[in-house]
């Protein structure tokens, strides 16, 4: 079987959440599948990413790498319905997307396609028909979340024309021969607001690297990242990315009330780590806090190591990766009582109203000041991080290929 990757969310240097899962199930493919032969896809004008290194020890896995302008690719793929990917790399018997992007796929192709630009034009957009891949290749997607259907209010005009009118996640699901949800609230909601079978839906949760893990404090590396990082002695950790979802805002405030009303708990600062949203960056100047921006990911398990407590009060995940590595890492975690973290955290977090802060800052003080709640979220979270690997989550997604080629 030829398995067709896109990993073009790989050429960026500083890679998101998305970005570690394709990273990851590549990866893991890889290490437990040697009979199939793996087809990369990925283009840049620039390619600059070291990303693609690993695959040099892997003879079934070949990198198929392009350089056009991605503005002029994408521009095809949406107007022209071309190239089909799956023939540009050779072909293909499943081409798996790893998020959501450019693909232009149908399936099956329209009886009658339209001969001319303009018909095309408009058939791609208010028909939703495009002519991207090839007939005999089965399209598999993952989608993260919904967030941009269900929290429009938290993207920019820009993001959501490209979510809605660009790049029509809606129509990826229509043609796409099985999804990937990355938790069961995701199936949910492409249940509910998409209304896909729940026969094509398979689950598939991510996990987390062996080198998220508790971390020796003889260890030099540790003060090695705590001073790349300007890093307080004693600090409360938010990672992720910093935009109005992730509900920053109330844990600013409930780390306010923390260090107002408590005089020993006043060594414990607040760190933000991650991207910053430009809806942020005004905002978070005014605050005398630590942002220290994005975090190389060989430094991530050092500064969870390093933190507290973990405290994410996001108004809405997919699945809610950083949740996992902080609880490998040995800190407490707080977060949120909705969409997928519940399904994630388990009995390992303690669980708040995103949209109060009162109740941010009572659980922070509460497991700050108290030993034995402290231990006990602490060895919950390790139980609980186990219970997720990106080997198991390679192994479920190979088997979602094996089962769509021999349907």
Sequence with gaps: MRIGIDARCLEEEKISGVGEYAL?????LLEIDRENQYIIFSNSYKQTSKNFDFLKKYPNAELKRFRYPNRLLNFCLWYFG???LDILIGGVDIFFAPNINFLAVSSPPVKSPPRNLLGN???QAFFGVDLARGKDCKLITTFHDLSFERFPEFFTAKTRLWHFYFVNPRRIAQKS????AVSESTKR???ELYGKNPQILEVVHHGTGADYKIISRNDPRLLDVQKKYNLPYKFVLYLGNI???KNVRSLIEAHKKLQKNNPKLEKYKLVLAGNVSLLCRGELEKENIHVIGYIDREDKPFI???ASLFVYPSHFEGFGLPLLEAMACGTPVISSNNSSIPEVAGNAAIFVDPNRPQEIFEAMRNTLTDEK?????????LKQSKKFSWKKAARETLKIFHNIHNS
Excluded: A, C, Q, W
């Design 177 to 180: 021969d099985s999804i990937v």
């Design 243 to 245: 935009e109005p979802r």
């Design 24 to 28: 990851e199930i590549i990866r893991n």
């Design 304 to 306: 969870y190591n390093l």
């Design 189 to 191: 909601d492409m249940e």
């Design 82 to 84: 071309r190239p089909k």
């Design 121 to 123: 034009f408009f058939t």
């Design 373 to 381: 709640l402290f231990g006990e979220l602490r060895e919950r979270g």
